[in-house]
């Protein structure tokens, strides 16, 4: 079955560094990959997708992800973090190749930015 | 296009009633799916409806349920409601029709309130 762990519930970096939010996943077939990204009393806001057309993947507000199916992993990475990147980011992977409308999240990682 | 729409916004409930969510798709959208959001259990696939036909369903009690209509427009409805069902319950819409997995665009929640 598959399942997606994110390592570190709370991440804390200063304003300008690097962000480094963790997920692995476990599929035994080829995945299609997710995060979002949570503010307060929001719904999920869509931050990018993987769909196996490439390993590095660029989405909104300067976030991408790399693909690595050796390290069964989809870290999630922006080079200087901004205050209001502040908010819970949830990895998440689409059960079999098919479209069965079903999305498993991690637990969610909250990212907390300093001035 | 306007996006997902959800009412009411918060909900507050006794033990033992009934409620009933709403969710307004994405316009041409025509999957909806629902997910529960708690602290303890995170994000959890309540079930997904496709073409007014309940296509996937996750694990949870059959006091949950829901319907779609033939504008996509769908509704949840929780029945002889308990304390843990206190949760943000979020829809999200997506084509649907494809074979490959659609991004998933969420609505703000419903906040419900079980006292």
């Known amino acids: 079955a598959q399942s997606v762990t994110q390592l570190g519930s709370h991440v804390s970096v200063s304003e300008g560094a690097l962000v480094l939010l963790r997920c692995n996943y476990s599929s035994s077939v080829p995945p299609y990959l997710f995060w979002y990204v949570q503010y307060p009393n929001q719904g999920l806001q869509l931050l990018l997708k993987?769909?196996?057309?490439?390993?590095l993947v660029k989405g909104i507000n300067g976030f991408e992800a790399e693909f690595k199916k050796s390290e069964t992993s989809f870290h999630l990475t922006k080079p200087s973090a901004h205050m209001s990147d502040a908010a819970e980011y949830f990895c998440a992977v689409s059960p079999g190749s098919g479209n069965t409308g079903k999305l498993i999240f991690g637990q969610g990682t909250t990212l907390q930015v300093k001035p | 296009k306007a996006g997902v729409t959800q009412t009411p916004r918060y909900l507050i409930k006794t033990r033992g009633q009934q409620v009933t969510l709403s969710c307004s798709p994405i316009s041409g959208h025509r999957s909806v799916s629902w997910y529960q959001q708690t602290p303890g259990q995170g994000l959890q696939f309540l079930f997904e409806?496709?073409?007014?036909?309940?296509?996937n369903k996750g694990n949870f009690p059959g006091r949950f349920s829901g319907r779609q209509f033939s504008n996509s427009r769908s509704e949840m409805n929780v029945s002889t409601l308990e304390l843990g069902d206190s949760a943000l319950y979020l829809c999200?819409?997506?084509?649907?029709?494809?074979?490959?997995?659609?991004?998933?665009?969420f609505g703000p929640g419903t906040r419900l309130t079980v006292l």
């Open positions: 999200a819409s997506s084509e649907g029709t494809s074979l490959k997995v659609d991004t998933q665009y």
């Open positions: 993987y769909t196996s057309a490439a390993t």
């Open positions: 409806y496709f073409s007014e036909t309940q296509r």
